[in-house]
């Protein structure tokens, strides 16, 4: 099942922070979590495997909430070039806590920022 | 280092004829996917391999979506006969190993149009 990510767009000015959000109806194992420019491939950002645990690359970190099967992206002091649309990828905790890799992408959220 | 590499960007051909997409993983590693990309559906995953063994296929919507990976350096996905609502945007992706701690790494991806 899909992932829901909320919200589906949102603009900022250059400087200010934005939060994307995925949920997810299943208990998760992972959340990874991409950013697509227009006619590009998605690039990897970060994954999170623990609940609570927090990442960061740059301006840009994540927290996994196990407990409540959803992760949060956080983007500080926003430029240009965050401008894009972010997807989360989850894997869903399966018996055992094997994991096999396969991910389902939500729908996406497009972020555009201006000068 | 070279990254994923897809061939070819580009395909236009009329409804049923065989279209073949072709993938070169990064060198070394040993799982790949093939997703479909479109405004209506999203980031999908059609079928993924780990040591040149197809894993999962439940994503391959129809007999005519056949995929085969040969050797550790070559993966194609085919279609025939092709239909209009096979347009999308086909990306190949790789990783290290399969398990939830690798990240994808993605092709720039075959842009498909069914006319």
């Known amino acids: 099942q899909q992932p829901v990510q909320s919200p589906q767009a949102v603009i900022l000015r250059e400087g200010e922070d934005a939060v994307i959000n995925c949920s997810s109806s299943?208990?998760?194992?992972?959340v990874h979590w991409y950013r697509q420019k227009h006619g590009e491939a998605p690039v990897f950002l970060m994954i999170?495997?623990?609940?609570?645990e927090q990442k960061g690359h740059e301006k840009i970190s994540a927290s996994f909430n196990e407990k409540k099967q959803q992760s949060s992206l956080y983007l500080t002091a926003s430029q240009l070039s965050y401008s894009g649309t972010y997807f989360c990828g989850t894997e869903s905790a399966v018996a055992g806590g094997t994991s096999y890799g396969k991910l389902t992408f939500g729908q996406g959220t497009i972020l555009t920022v201006h000068p | 280092d070279a990254g994923v590499i897809q061939s070819p960007r580009h395909e236009v051909t009329e409804m049923g004829q065989e279209v073949t997409l072709r993938c070169k993983p990064i060198s070394g590693h040993n799982s790949l996917f093939w997703y479909r990309q479109t405004m209506m559906r999203g980031l999908e995953l059609l079928i993924y391999?780990?040591?040149?063994?197809?894993?999962?296929d439940s994503g391959m919507p129809e007999d005519r979506f056949s995929a085969k990976m040969p050797n550790a350096s070559f993966s194609t996905l085919k279609i025939q006969p092709s239909e209009p609502r096979d347009s999308a945007v086909y990306f190949c992706?790789?990783?290290?190993?399969?398990?939830?701690?690798?990240?994808?790494?993605f092709g720039d991806g075959t842009r498909l149009s069914i006319l």
């Open positions: 299943k208990a998760l194992y992972s």
């Open positions: 391999f780990n040591n040149n063994v197809p894993i999962d």
């Open positions: 999170l495997l623990k609940g609570g």
């Open positions: 992706a790789s990783s290290l190993a399969l398990t939830a701690y690798q990240p994808q790494h």
